[in-house]
């Protein structure tokens, strides 16, 4: 799917060059006719018959003017709603290989709890972004394929206690070191929605307020 940004430079200017051709002819014959009308005003003996006739063409090519402005300005508002529409599809598409191939590598990673998978998703989602390489899509987090980077995010400090096996030998809601200092009322609204989303509510609710 080949980008194209409406707003380019050389787009604009495509766009303006295509508005002078059409109308140029239209706009030097309505001039041509103008200046036959002055001419003939200037004239003390005007031929009531060629005024009409010079006054009809140039009112005609103004009609015909602003028809072909209104259809030119129709056209670019098309491209503009074309290539906006083409963006939705694009930006939903994206979205749809980054969150199947996150859902996947997470998986892969054993990180299948309904709970921990999503809030996983949420942790990791920025850093996920579709690349383009040798005309294919790929994901990756940063320099590194996606699957490469989830494996080592599972297995690292942070990742472990959102696998299926958890920290402690099969306890999937372990708490982390230091959980018995924190306090609910030092938490911020980010840290307690992931404690929760990692140990539960009721881990949460054993924690001191104070």
Do not use: C
């Amino acid at each position: 799917m080949s980008e194209f940004d409406l707003s380019a430079p050389e787009v604009q200017e495509a766009i303006k060059a295509a508005v002078e051709k059409a109308t140029a002819p239209l706009i030097a014959k309505r001039d041509e006719l103008l200046g036959e009308v002055k001419k003939l005003r200037k004239n003390a003996e005007i031929d009531p018959a060629d005024l009409e006739r010079v006054e009809t063409e140039r009112d005609q090519l103004k009609q015909q003017l602003t028809e072909a402005q209104r259809s030119l300005a129709k056209a670019q508002k098309d491209l503009e709603a074309t290539a906006k529409a083409r963006d939705e599809i694009q930006n939903a598409y994206t979205s749809s290989l980054k969150e199947a191939a996150l859902t996947d590598a997470l998986t892969k990673a054993g990180i299948t709890n309904p709970v921990h998978l999503k809030a996983a998703k949420a942790l990791l989602g920025s850093a996920v972004e579709v690349a383009e390489e040798n005309g294919q899509r790929v994901v990756k987090a940063g320099d590194k394929p996606l699957g490469d980077f989830i494996t080592e995010w599972a297995g690292g400090e942070e990742g472990k206690y959102f696998r299926a096996n958890g920290a402690d030998g099969g306890n999937a809601n372990a708490l982390p070191p230091g959980a018995a200092t924190l306090k609910r009322s030092k938490m911020t609204a980010a840290e307690k929605a992931e404690f929760i989303s990692k140990h539960g509510q009721a881990e949460y609710l054993k924690l001191p307020k104070e």
